[in-house]
């Protein structure tokens, strides 16, 4: 979730509480009354059947594609059963782990959450923190904070519930913490581990690390026990208890460890019977597979739409992804800015800049335009000139020749010779 919208939520809620003039005794009442609500009667009944006591130990499991949280319980014999399964309201981003601040996924992985991750004073209404990053997120160098389980529907890179499914689920884990829990487990994965869905997302990049998940899924499902979950070598592993005095460190090697027989024959088993299930599928049709993030290079794309988006920019309104073969696609390309104080101010900003470019687009034109008359102007004189220099450098032309009047008497004689002197006569004086 965004700082900014988490703000923002804080802002109309203390907004409201002026307005209903309420005291602080009142709003502390209003958050110890949703903080402490008791589970239904329904859900009660229900655990009194299973043989699950209210405060024994709880687990929650979460998959994506099938927008499914479930609460598991402890029963009186130590094992698990599943008590409660809730639709997830909403949840950010795409298949595939979460790799840095602002990547909008939600995380997948195996996490724990403590007492004191419990926030009743949500602005979410409710909330847990699912304890993000883990010991193998950071030994990846994975970042990101505040990744929570919580109400208001509205997820960026949460996994949002509704109010009361959020105070259900937080009873839960406020019943176990009360009964002694330390600490309780969240398994986050993409899907249900089936051979059918691994089998769809075979050729997928995140395969490696949900093969990985899947051992740790497949010791719960044979145990009903939430596995003990350690880190060696930058990979999980499962229910594994180092010999000696040897620990485990996240980055440095695994050290010789081992793991109970009865759970290796059980899993060597059970991974008999889900390859020869996984093999089936090869030359079957399957559904398509869901979109799944490509890597950090995508995470890092979207981690920049966010910061843009953060800081009130035009963008996308969705975010933008990667495909399998580099290229950058955008899912819509219509586009928006966040409605927030930080939204608004740069839009007053985009506005203010607009404006002004406007206006100096405007004095711009103006100019060239003065310019462009004045060399216009300048043109049509050169011309004029050039003409009027032409005019006077053209010579004066020259008179007629003086026409001759001959007599038609070729032999001339008195008369002749008068017309010839008429003529010249008439030629001296222009006639």
């Known amino acids: 979730m965004t700082m900014i919208s988490k703000f923002t939520r804080i802002g109309l809620l203390a907004a409201a509480v002026a307005l209903a003039g309420c005291t602080e005794s009142a709003l502390e009442s209003a958050v110890g009354a949703k903080a ?125 519930m509704t109010d009361e499914q959020v105070e259900e689920i937080y009873a839960f884990a406020r019943d176990a913490f009360s009964g002694g829990q330390r600490e309780f487990q969240i398994q986050a994965f993409p899907f249900r581990m089936t051979p059918e869905n691994m089998a769809r997302y075979r050729n997928d990049p995140n395969y490696a690390f949900w093969s990985m998940l899947k051992e740790g899924y497949d010791h719960f499902e044979i145990t009903k026990v939430p596995p003990k979950v350690d880190v060696c070598e930058k990979r999980y592993v499962f229910n594994q208890v180092p010999e000696g005095s040897a620990a485990f ?34 030359d079957k049709p399957l559904p398509a597979p ?19 988006r953060s800081r009130g920019e035009r963008v996308p309104l969705d975010p933008p992804a990667m495909l399998g073969d580099g290229a950058i696609v955008a899912s819509t390309e219509r586009m928006g800015r966040i409605d927030s104080p930080a939204g608004r101010r740069q839009a007053a900003l985009d506005a203010a800049a607009a404006e002004k470019k406007r206006i ?66 008439g030629n001296l004086f222009g006639g």
């Open 36 to 160: 402490n609500k008791q589970l239904p009667e329904r859900i009660v009944t229900q655990m009194k059947a299973k043989g699950m006591p209210k405060s024994s130990p709880v687990m929650a499991r979460v998959f994506k594609e099938e927008g499914k949280l479930e609460i598991w319980k402890q029963k009186s014999n130590g094992r698990y059963d599943l008590i409660a399964s809730y639709d997830i309201c909403k949840w950010s981003g795409q298949l595939g782990p979460k790799f840095i601040e602002g990547d909008r996924q939600a995380p997948e992985g195996f996490y724990t959450v403590g007492p004191g991750q419990l926030n009743p004073r949500s602005s979410y209404h409710l909330a847990f923190n699912m304890g993000y990053p883990n010991a193998y997120d950071r030994a990846h160098g994975r970042t990101g904070s505040n990744l929570m389980v919580h109400g208001g529907c509205s997820s960026s890179g949460c996994y949002s």
């Open 249 to 282: 460190s996240p980055t440095g090697m695994c050290p010789p460890m081992s793991q109970p027989d009865t759970l290796i024959s059980a899993y060597q088993s059970q991974k008999t019977s889900f390859d020869a299930a996984f093999a089936s599928y090869s």
């Open 290 to 308: 869901r979109d799944s993030i490509a890597g950090i290079a995508e995470a890092k794309l979207v981690a920049d739409w966010t910061k843009r």
């Open 360 to 425: 100096e687009d405007e004095k711009a034109a103006a100019a060239a335009q003065a310019r462009a008359e004045k060399e216009a102007e300048k043109i049509a004189a050169a011309q004029a000139k050039l003409q009027a220099e032409q005019a006077a450098a053209a010579p004066v032309a020259a008179p007629p020749p003086a026409v001759t009047v001959e007599d038609s008497n070729a032999g001339g004689g008195l008369f002749g010779s008068v017309r010839k002197r008429v003529g010249s006569i």
